[in-house]
């Protein structure tokens, strides 16, 4: 792209949010990964301002990226002139708020997964956004990882042919997130928090889901940290084209990580298979003449993604999205997932929660026309 004009990113929450301030203002690391073609990620995109209630989190981010301004006040963020993005990673039952009053300031918006968790936010987030005409990017950060990424390159470049089943994933034991984040318990679901996801995922490659069935279960951890919600789900999808695909998360487990990465996507296609891993960076398909094959991109892009440890934060991920939104906001090319993408993804990680909750399964049209898509 040609252009040499680039956005300033205000990032709201800074503890996930930090991660997107490194990715923007730091150099990367050697080795340099060949499809940046720049020391930055995101030349486009520049961090100019952070905000945090807590002082302790911006004494943090302070000291990866002491030249930017911060504040603990919101309004003062949106206030600023130099913010042109505003970039929330607040806990989940904050997003409607925190994206109606940057759209209301004017402010495009990157908004971290899941995009809201209740109908109401999703109904006056959607109103906000045709009022003020402003736009939206869901952070959806395994699209933007490298396996995944390749694993898109690959099915476009028509090499699995027609998908016609998928399988997808996202396994994470969170008795750490239990401790950091106590809010994780109380005012979010799993299907929000951790099937947003696979079910994105599902969603990116299937197109608008029709009906989804599921099943949810509490396990011992779960239990003893007095979550509100399931933290156990396997999903059965139907596409609006007849398409069918299953779903799983599991947030109490005990990790087999060599075996089973915490996010997969296999693609059954009509002329091949493909299978996109992360933590791990690898992409394995089958080539034409049946042989399987292996790419694993671990060690020459983790300095790229994981700002050079072996398995870390999102840099990679974070840095890609931005740089691909400041793109499209920069030129007018459509992108995705934007507003009524990320709503309706929102509608189907409803549908799950509500068809685990009475063992029914569960339509997508009438939550769509609830929020008013
Ligand atoms: N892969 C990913 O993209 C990814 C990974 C982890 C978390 N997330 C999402 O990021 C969000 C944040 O998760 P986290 O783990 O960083 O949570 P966290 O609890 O560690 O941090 C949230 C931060 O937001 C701040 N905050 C809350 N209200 C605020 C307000 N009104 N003004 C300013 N700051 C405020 C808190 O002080 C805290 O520092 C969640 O929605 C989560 O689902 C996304």
Same mark, same amino acid.
């Given at each position: 792209m040609s252009t040499e004009r680039t956005l300033g990113v205000g990032v709201l929450g800074l503890h996930e949010g930090r991660t997107l301030l490194v990715a923007l203002n730091h150099v990367i690391p050697p !080795?340099? +990964? !060949?499809?940046?073609g720049s020391a930055t990620r995101a030349p486009h995109a520049r961090a100019v301002a952070g905000c945090d209630l807590s002082a302790d989190k911006i004494a943090g981010a302070r000291r990866d990226c002491p030249e930017l301004f911060y504040t603990q006040d919101y309004a003062e963020l949106l206030a600023r002139p130099d913010v042109e993005i505003v970039a929330i990673y607040t806990p989940d039952q904050f997003h409607g708020d925190h994206i109606v009053q940057a759209f209301e300031a004017g402010?495009? #918006?990157?908004?971290?997964? !899941?995009?809201? *968790?209740s109908v109401a936010d999703a109904r006056r987030v959607l109103e906000a956004g045709r009022r003020s005409g402003r736009k939206l990017l869901v952070g959806q950060s395994t699209r933007f990882f490298e396996s995944f990424q390749r694993q898109r390159r690959a099915f476009e470049a028509d090499e699995v042919g027609a998908v016609e089943f998928l399988e997808a994933h996202y396994i994470h034991r969170m008795d750490w997130y &239990?401790?950091?984040? =106590?809010?994780?318990?109380?005012?979010?679901?799993?299907v929000y928090l951790g099937l947003s996801h696979p079910l994105?995922? =599902?969603?990116? &490659?299937?197109?608008?889901i029709d009906e989804v069935f599921a099943y949810g279960a509490q396990s011992a951890l779960a239990k003893e940290y007095g979550a509100r919600s399931f933290d156990i789900y396997t999903v059965?999808?139907?596409?609006?084209?007849?398409?069918?695909?299953? #779903?799983?998360?599991? &947030? +109490?487990?005990?990790?087999?990580?060599?075996?089973?990465?915490?996010?997969?996507?296999v693609l059954y296609g009509s002329d091949g298979t493909s299978?996109?891993? %992360?933590?791990?960076?690898?992409?394995?398909?089958?080539?034409?003449?049946?042989?399987?094959?292996?790419?694993?991109?671990?060690?020459?892009?983790?300095?790229?993604?994981?700002? *050079?440890? #072996?398995? +870390?934060?999102?840099?990679?991920?974070?840095? *890609? %999205?931005?740089?691909?939104? =400041?793109?499209a906001l920069l030129t007018g090319v459509e992108y995705s997932p934007g507003l009524e993408e990320g709503l309706e993804t929102f509608c189907l990680m409803e549908a799950v929660?509500?068809?685990?909750?009475?063992g029914q399964p569960v339509k997508a049209a009438p939550l769509l026309a609830e929020i008013g898509l």
């Amino acid at each position: 792209m040609s252009t040499e004009r680039t956005l300033g990113v205000g990032v709201l929450g800074l503890h996930e949010g930090r991660t997107l301030l490194v990715a923007l203002n730091h150099v990367i690391p050697p !080795p340099v +990964g !060949p499809t940046t073609g720049s020391a930055t990620r995101a030349p486009h995109a520049r961090a100019v301002a952070g905000c945090d209630l807590s002082a302790d989190k911006i004494a943090g981010a302070r000291r990866d990226c002491p030249e930017l301004f911060y504040t603990q006040d919101y309004a003062e963020l949106l206030a600023r002139p130099d913010v042109e993005i505003v970039a929330i990673y607040t806990p989940d039952q904050f997003h409607g708020d925190h994206i109606v009053q940057a759209f209301e300031a004017g402010k495009d #918006v990157i908004c971290t997964k !899941p995009l809201v *968790n209740s109908v109401a936010d999703a109904r006056r987030v959607l109103e906000a956004g045709r009022r003020s005409g402003r736009k939206l990017l869901v952070g959806q950060s395994t699209r933007f990882f490298e396996s995944f990424q390749r694993q898109r390159r690959a099915f476009e470049a028509d090499e699995v042919g027609a998908v016609e089943f998928l399988e997808a994933h996202y396994i994470h034991r969170m008795d750490w997130y &239990y401790e950091k984040s =106590a809010w994780v318990a109380e005012s979010t679901d799993w299907v929000y928090l951790g099937l947003s996801h696979p079910l994105d995922l =599902a969603r990116w &490659y299937l197109g608008r889901i029709d009906e989804v069935f599921a099943y949810g279960a509490q396990s011992a951890l779960a239990k003893e940290y007095g979550a509100r919600s399931f933290d156990i789900y396997t999903v059965s999808l139907k596409a609006a084209d007849g398409r069918i695909a299953r #779903v799983l998360g599991h &947030y +109490g487990l005990h990790e087999l990580p060599s075996a089973r990465n915490c996010i997969e996507l296999v693609l059954y296609g009509s002329d091949g298979t493909s299978l996109a891993q %992360y933590h791990d960076m690898r992409f394995s398909y089958t080539r034409p003449d049946g042989a399987e094959v292996a790419e694993d991109m671990l060690y020459s892009k983790r300095g790229y993604y994981f700002n *050079n440890e #072996v398995h +870390g934060m999102h840099y990679g991920e974070f840095g *890609n %999205y931005a740089e691909y939104f =400041a793109q499209a906001l920069l030129t007018g090319v459509e992108y995705s997932p934007g507003l009524e993408e990320g709503l309706e993804t929102f509608c189907l990680m409803e549908a799950v929660r509500r068809s685990a909750q009475t063992g029914q399964p569960v339509k997508a049209a009438p939550l769509l026309a609830e929020i008013g898509l």
